[in-house]
C-alpha cells in the first residue's frame, strides 16, 4: 500500500507564486526590508505557514501561532484532553465545549444540511475503519462498513448555545478535521486584521489557504492549484485579493492496493471513496471555514449536483476538475482563474447562472 502526501508541494507552490521575496530566517521565522514576517507551524496534523506585512506583523503573527496551537488543542481527535476527544467518549451525555468548538459545530451542521449530508463529521468511525486516522490502511469488508453507517448522522448531534454544550448519540464519533483548518484561518486573519495587518497570507496547509487584503504592493495573491494527476506540478492559478481558497482531491491522502486507488473523502451514504468523476474541487469564498466544507462536499456530490448547488446560492465559486481533466469554472472564478501546464490546452467549460 503507498500513501501519498502532497502538503509540502502545494505549500512551496503558494509560497513561490505569491510573488513576495524573503531575507534571513532564524528557525522558521523570516523578516524583510518590506517589514514581512513569516513563522512556520506544524498543527492541525500538516504544516503551515503563516506571512504579514507591515509594523505590526512580527508581533501580530507571533500571537497568532499561538492561537493556532490553541485551537488545535480544541479540535484534536487524538489529543486526551481536547473538547473533540471528549465529547467522542462522552456515551450519549452533554459535553461542555467553548465558544470556538461550538462555532465549528454549527457551521459543519449547517454545511450538512445544506448539502444533503454531503459533508459528514460524523463519518470519523468509518474513517478509522479504513485506517485513514491511523495510518494502518485497509479495505474494510462489507459488513465492518455497514456496522458503522448507522453512526454516520451529525443530524442527530445537539447543540445548547445556551448551556455551552454539545451531545452525540452514544456510539458516534466526530471529527472537525474537515473544517479546522478554514475555521483557524478566518480567526487568524481576524486577529491579524484587529492587530493593525492590512497585507497577510496564511497557508493552512496547502489546500487552505487565506488572504487579509492584498500583496504590498497593491498587487492580487497568486495560489496555485494543484494538479490531481502530479504531486510536484500545478493545473492552474488564482489571483485572489482577500478571501480564501479551499481545495479537496482524492490525491491528498489515500493508498493503493490491488491495483486500485483507496481515498480518504469518503461518501457518507455508503461508506466508501467518493467515486463522483471529479479529481480536484477548488471553492473561492470569503471565508475559509466555509470553503473547506464546500469542498468536500462538492467532490462527493460531482459535477451535475455541484453546478446545480452553486446556482442556488451567491456565496462562493468553484473550479473543478474531473478524472478526464476537463476543466469546469463558475463564471465568478474565470477571470481569477489561468489553466497552467497541461491544462492550459484542456477542454474548459465556464458555467453561468442561466441553465
Known sequence: MKLQKTLCVLIALALMLSGCTRSGSDAGRSVTEEAEYTEDVFAMDTFMSLRAYGPA?????REAS???RRLDSLFSVTNQESEVYAANRSAG????????????????????????GAMDITIYPVLRTWGFTTGSYQVPDAEAISAMLPYVDDSRIVLDKGKGTVQLPEGAEMDLGALAKGYAGDKLADMLQTAGVSSALLNM?????????RKPDGSKWRIAVQDPEDPEGYAGVIELGAGAVNTSGGYERYFEEAGEIYWHILDPDTGYPARSGLASVTVLTDQACLGDGLSTALFVMGLDRAVEFWRARDDFEFVLIDENGDLYVSQGAADAFTPMGRYASAKLTVISRET
Do not use: F, H, N
Not at 506583523?57 to 503573527?61: D, I, Q, T
Not at 452533554?94 to 451542521?109: K, N, R
Not at 449547517?110 to 444533503?116: A, H, L, P, V
Not at 496547509?205 to 487584503?213: A, H, K, N, P, V
Open 93 to 116: 451525555t452533554p459535553q461542555m465545549v467553548s465558544e470556538d468548538t461550538m462555532a465549528v459545530l454549527e457551521q459543519a451542521l449547517s454545511i450538512s444540511g445544506q448539502t444533503g
Open 205 to 213: 496547509g496547502g489546500s487552505t489557504i487565506r488572504t487579509l487584503g
Open 66 to 68: 499561538e492561537e493556532l
Open 57 to 61: 506583523a512580527e508581533a501580530s503573527v
